[in-house]
């Protein structure tokens, strides 16, 4: 069974920065047409898109732009969300999700979720 564990959350002072990690185990194959994303969601609110990288592209949602950086280590089954000059309003738990990893099929997995809080 695919499994994504996130890692690197925690509490900073706004202007702070966290680095965020999705690390997968438990596949036996992987995709070559696949997306891994990011997403968040605050006390109250929706979950809302954060960062994609699909076809060797990457999109941030315009509210992190400039701010977070997307990256990936094909090596360590790992992607990454670099955050910096964090704000209060950054604060949520953070899920990744990918189609990468697969078994007798590929399908989507999330991860259980990170908690980042952001004090002003």
């Known amino acids: 069974q695919v499994r994504l564990v996130e890692s690197g959350g925690g509490a900073v002072q706004a202007g702070g920065s966290l680095r965020l990690s999705c690390a997968a185990s438990?596949?036996?194959?992987?995709?070559?047409?696949?997306?891994e994303n990011w997403y968040r969601q605050a006390p109250g609110k929706e979950r809302e898109f954060v960062a994609l990288?699909?076809?060797?592209?990457?999109q941030y949602a315009d509210s992190v732009a400039g701010r977070f950086t997307f990256s990936r280590d094909n090596f360590e089954n790992t992607f990454y969300l670099q955050m910096n000059s964090l704000k209060s309003e950054d604060t949520a738990m953070y899920y990744c999700?990918?189609?990468?990893?697969?078994?007798?099929?590929?399908?989507?997995?999330w991860g259980r979720g990170i908690q980042v809080t952001v004090s002003s």
């Open positions: 999700t990918t189609n990468r990893y697969c078994t007798k099929r590929c399908s989507d997995v």
């Open positions: 438990g596949f036996t194959s992987i995709n070559s047409a696949f997306y």
């Open positions: 990288f699909a076809d060797g592209k990457v």
